[in-house]
């Protein structure tokens, strides 16, 4: 959550800030601000996007070759012009901008008001400003860096930070504790951003910032040090990113483009893993770690949301042929549990953004406790990546919509890779039943072309529903993981309250919310389910509910007994959620549309939840 981008170099700092906030903006959209120091300190910062930003500055003065930026999701203080970062510090000495959760904010507050300090904005970030200010004017020995170090050497909380001294004009100091911070390597150059995308454009060369590190960028140097003001050596990565533009296309929103990239995404997710002699499944990220994890007594899934319900449908595929037994955990409850696990299990966290806080949390403890590690992650060098034992890159592409939808079929494909080849290694499957899957995995992209041609059916039934206030999503095995995450679509996206329920647990509650006013999302493609689901539907109609049904091509008992239909091609039921929740993804993002709400930045959330 924010968004934090800097420049110290010699390019005009302004566009580079301004174009790397936008991509940045997934992370937070309440408000964005720059500050430039070129002789004297510009800073401008406006409630509202990016864009709003960009115009409002566009016309003063604001050049100059140091600057950092930030876009917002508020956590202190709502958003307005005055809580928006760039904050700084009361005599103008220092100009900072801070992703995280400054904890003991309010008692050092205090002390400072005790110092004479007074304060325009109610954030926390404001009183770091303050703080690294106070530290600074201690003593003429003091530097900014030192100052930086010994305020933050007082935080309690979590920090990404770039800061600016105006009394330094050659210097930034940025620091991390918790919310991630990557600088690019220039020649004489130096780029800072909260991921690696605004950077990836200008040079390849990066340094991932680790916990407590501080470091001292000016344009001749780079240094790095930590909080206990120790000397920690660079390490530098070779970024392997691939961004293109920020860019929609030929669609209206994000969201749709990357709903509609997903055959494309897919395919990318198994080149090279997915053999089309049907043999082996090479991960290469495992390679080294696998004759471990095949002898693994017990897998644990962590994510949150959407990554959650991908977890779900890895414990199904994971017990079912590789005969695991598999836990699936929220990584919010996980890390403050007192979870009993150690060095035979292995824990996969998964994670479309690498960053979010409760899952970084839950690798910590899961580490702590002697288990392998591994992620399953999209964002190349992301903080989950770098902290796993191992782990398989999804290679969905960057995702720019809030609503994730190819991440999560990509994830879904990695653990349908994992869980067929740990079956093969543990000898549980045989070779025909495998070679069957294989195949079906890999006809998937073609078949997910031909729902994507579904879209004006869709958009039809969608007209008709909405205007609901309430939704219910039904599914059963494989496909009650697609019935919560299709819930989950609608609610952030539309702002209709929805809810996901296994088929079988109607009756057992959700089943007074029907009447002839509530929509109920049905997934009832074929399999070993589709005649109790199908009940289920009985059900729902015998009190007049409005059933749409995903539905097997073909199907004609369904196309008699729901009031909408959206027909699937047929597939195993093991792959079934790849597809089925295209059609639930295009539902909701028709659905938000029309009733005219902010599809890629839906209120209240942001992409990378990097606080908790
Ligand atoms: C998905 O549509 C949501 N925006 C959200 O639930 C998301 O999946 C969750 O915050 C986890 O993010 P991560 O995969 O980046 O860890």
């Avoid at 935080?155 to 918790?178: H, N, P, Q, T």
């Avoid at 995903?550 to 369904?558: A, K, P, R």
């Amino acid at each position: 959550m924010c968004g934090i981008v800097g420049y110290i170099g010699k390019k005009e700092a302004f566009p580079i800030i301004i174009k790397g906030l936008k991509w940045l903006e997934y992370r937070g959209y309440d408000s964005a601000g720059v500050a430039l120091l070129n002789g004297s300190l510009e800073v401008y910062k406006k409630k509202g996007k990016v864009i709003d930003l960009e115009e409002f500055a566009s016309e003063k003065n604001n050049g100059g070759s140091l600057g950092i930026g930030h876009t917002r999701w508020a956590t202190h203080g709502e958003p307005n012009d005055e809580n928006a970062h760039p904050h700084v510090s009361m005599e103008g000495m220092f100009t900072l901008v801070h992703n995280g959760i400054i904890e003991n904010y309010a008692e050092l507050k205090e002390d400072l008001i005790k110092h004479g300090y007074r304060f325009n904005s109610e954030t926390d970030t404001e009183v770091l400003a303050n703080l690294v200010e106070y530290f600074y004017k201690q003593s003429s020995e003091i530097n900014s860096e030192t100052a930086v170090q010994l305020a933050l050497s007082k935080v309690v909380g979590a920090y990404g930070i770039a800061v600016l001294c105006s009394e330094e004009k050659d210097k930034m100091v940025v620091a991390r504790k918790g919310s991630p911070l990557v600088v690019g390597l220039g020649n004489k150059e130096y780029f800072v951003a909260s991921d690696a995308a605004p950077i990836a454009e200008f040079t390849s060369q990066v340094v991932y910032l680790n916990d407590e590190d501080i470091a001292v960028i000016t344009r001749n140097s780079f240094t790095l040090k930590n909080v206990q003001n120790t000397p920690v050596s660079l390490k530098i990565s070779n970024l392997d990113l691939e961004i293109g533009e920020l860019d929609k296309g030929e669609y209206e929103h994000f969201m749709l483009k990357e709903i509609y990239e997903q055959p494309k995404t897919i395919e990318e997710t198994f080149r090279g893993r997915l053999r089309h002699d049907q043999s082996e499944i090479v991960l290469g990220g495992l390679i080294n770690i696998f004759p471990k994890i095949e002898k693994a007594e017990r897998i644990i899934i962590i994510g949150c949301g959407t990554s959650w319900h991908a977890a779900l449908i890895g414990e199904y595929m994971l017990e079912e042929y590789a005969q695991i037994p598999v836990e699936v955990e929220y990584a919010s409850e996980f890390r403050y549990r007192k979870p009993v696990l150690g060095e035979n299990d292995v824990v996969i966290l998964i994670s479309q953004s690498g960053e979010t806080a409760d899952t970084l949390a839950a690798l910590e403890l899961a580490k702590s406790k002697g288990a392998t590690v591994l992620g399953i992650c999209n964002v190349v060098g992301s903080t989950l990546a770098r902290e796993t034992d191992a782990g398989v890159y999804t290679h969905a592409g960057i995702e720019i919509g809030v609503a994730s939808t190819k991440a999560f079929t990509a994830q879904v494909t990695v653990l349908t890779m994992f869980a067929l080849k740990m079956a093969k290694a543990r000898k549980k499957i045989d070779t025909e039943e495998y070679q069957m899957l294989v195949k079906e995995l890999s006809e998937i992209p073609e078949k997910g072309r031909l729902i994507l041609e579904n879209n004006e059916n869709i958009k039809t039934i969608a007209e008709k529903y909405k205007d609901a206030i309430n939704a219910l999503y039904l599914g059963r095995g494989y496909l009650f993981p697609v019935a919560l995450e299709g819930a989950l679509k609608l609610k952030e996206i539309s702002y209709i309250h929805a809810e996901g329920y296994a088929a079988g647990e109607m009756k057992h509650g959700p089943i007074a919310l029907v009447d002839d006013n509530l929509p109920v999302v049905v997934v009832a493609p074929k399999d070993d389910y589709y005649e109790k689901i199908v009940s289920n539907i009985q059900e729902v109609k015998a009190r007049k509910g409005n059933v749409i049904a995903i539905v097997t091509e073909g199907d004609v008992v369904l196309k008699e007994m729901a009031n909408d239909i959206i027909e699937i091609p047929d597939s195993h039921p093991a792959v079934a959620p790849l597809l089925s929740v295209i059609p639930l993804q295009m539902l909701a993002y028709h659905i938000a549309l029309m009733r005219g709400c902010n599809v890629d930045q839906p209120r209240n959330l942001a992409k990378s939840v990097t606080v908790e």
